[in-house]
């Protein structure tokens, strides 16, 4: 799907126990080439690279790849999708870079077992560093608490905002981060209120679970004002 010019939202899936489990990243198209915003888990890269081609991309011809997080499901396949890919920059949140790079273990990863294969971070990124699309500009947003250093992408030509998981789609409904996979709920809500601020001109939010869904401010205040009620002081 195309959430605006050049920005498509990506499909992944894996089998679980209990039903199949979808994933969805992005790519959008900037002057220098395609950006991937996210890379699936380990033994994602040919369903990944297969969804860019559905929207003529090539995962050779990225020129970079932007994390959202840290967490497996989001940075695990980052490895070998660079493998394929043309060299291209890693950027994450400078919260997020040790924790991709190896000199912290993944919060959410039992420390007894193994984690991803750890990946250079070439750039790393603070709230408000904004990147030239052909959707016009894309800031980072910087929004911790489902993990740190999670950032979201705000689009305020088209009103396309990237969640990743600070919010999730449920049912065609817009709903909050899934507080099992959130150590900091307090500070995800406060991270819920500044999506809130970003102004009326928001209309699709992506979210890496639950993918797209036609909501704005008012919809992202009513969650923060339920998360504050339970959250916050």
């Known amino acids: 799907m195309e959430l605006a010019d050049g920005v498509y939202a990506l499909e992944l899936t894996m089998e679980r126990d209990d039903g199949t489990a979808t994933f969805h990243p992005a790519a959008v198209e900037t002057p220098k080439g395609p950006v991937l915003i996210d890379a699936g ?112 992408f705000h689009f305020p030509e088209s009103g396309v905002v990237l969640a990743a998981d600070a919010l999730r789609g449920e049912g065609g409904d817009l709903v909050g981060p899934a507080e099992h996979f959130t150590p900091d709920m307090a500070e995800a809500t406060r991270s819920v209120g500044r999506l809130a601020e970003l102004g009326a001109d928001v209309g699709t939010i992506h979210c890496y679970h639950g993918g797209d869904v036609d909501a704005g401010i008012p919809e992202i205040e009513a969650i923060y004002e339920s998360l504050a009620a339970e959250h916050l002081e």
Do not use: C, N, W
């Open 41 to 152: 888990l380990p033994g994602q890269t040919d369903q990944l690279a297969d969804a860019l081609a559905t929207h003529g991309l090539d995962l050779a011809d990225v020129r970079a790849v932007l994390l959202t997080h840290h967490d497996g499901d989001h940075a695990g396949g980052l490895a070998a999708a660079l493998e394929r890919a043309a060299d291209p920059v890693v950027y994450a949140h400078e919260a997020a870079a040790p924790y991709v790079d190896g000199r912290e273990f993944p919060i959410k990863s039992d420390p007894e077992g193994e984690r991803y294969e750890p990946v250079p971070v070439d750039v790393a990124l603070q709230d408000g560093v904004t990147f030239r699309t052909d959707a016009g500009p894309m800031r980072a947003v910087f929004t911790p608490g489902h993990a740190p250093g999670h950032l979201a």
